[in-house]
């Protein structure tokens, strides 16, 4: 069944890899505004099910609901379009663009969808500002630290203000204090725009910026709330 409320959900999902089976029956919701850290042991079919969430990953079975649609249905021409309109993505390693600056790399979600360079500059520099990395706005990835590069890396996330923010492992790359920096605006940044955000992560210091956690074992979804 789906929540009331959600924004986000899936039921029944299961996919395999061969042999693997990464998901078998894993449901899970996420409502506007709530951050849902996924935890679980390595392999256990965390970054499967954000893959199949985000649309990336057909699962063979099981629904995935986003606002009302059937992402599983959509041909992969809408979900794209859905993808690159409404969700935003966080990776371990920024993924920017190394020939591009960081203002460019911020803006390219909105050149890609037709903003003229100027203005889209505009909104990443006000994003960059936002995450405390607009000293950085004229150089490449490749002359930045990892704090800042993946600073850069959510103001690009978020300058769509996306509905669903994805952070998969976002600060798996970073020391202590600049991981809790990022997770400190990134979250910060969710709950000013009301995005959800589906966060995976193995660090219980990561999953404390979080509004519930959930815990993924065998391919199955555990919702810890009242456990913990
Ligand atoms: N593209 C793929 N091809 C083959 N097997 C895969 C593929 N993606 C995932 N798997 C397998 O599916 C299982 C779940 O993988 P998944 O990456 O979802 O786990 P995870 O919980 O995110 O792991 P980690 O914490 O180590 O990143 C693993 O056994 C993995 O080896």
């Not at 020939?99 to 460019?104: D, M």
Request: proline share 5%.
């Amino acid at each position: 069944m789906i929540p009331a409320g959600s924004l986000l959900s899936a039921v029944g999902l299961r996919k395999s890899y061969g042999p693997t089976r990464a998901l078998d029956g894993a449901d899970f919701s996420v409502h506007p505004g709530e951050v849902v850290a996924v935890m679980g042991p390595s392999g256990s079919g965390k970054s499967t099910l954000l893959h199949c969430l985000a649309g990336i990953v057909r699962p063979d079975e099981g629904v995935v609901t986003y606002d009302g649609r059937r992402l599983t249905d959509l041909p992969d021409a809408e979900r794209s379009a859905l993808r690159r309109g409404e969700f935003g993505f966080v990776f371990q390693f920024g993924r920017l663009v190394p020939e591009l600056t960081c203002v460019e790399n911020t803006a390219l979600p909105l050149r890609l969808a037709g903003l003229r360079r100027k203005e889209a500059e505009a909104r990443a520099l006000d994003w960059l500002e936002r995450l405390d990395a607009a000293d950085v706005r004229d150089q490449r990835p490749g002359e930045v630290s990892g704090g800042q590069g993946q600073r850069v890396a959510v103001a690009r996330a978020l300058v769509t203000t996306p509905r669903v923010i994805f952070a998969d492992e976002p600060t798996g790359a970073l020391d202590s204090l600049n991981g809790e920096r990022v997770m400190e605006l990134l979250t910060a940044a969710a709950r000013e725009t009301r995005a959800a955000v589906v966060l995976v992560t193995h660090e219980s210091r990561v999953a404390a910026y979080s509004d519930r956690e959930v815990i993924v074992r065998d391919g199955r979804v555990r919702d810890m709330t009242g456990v913990l």
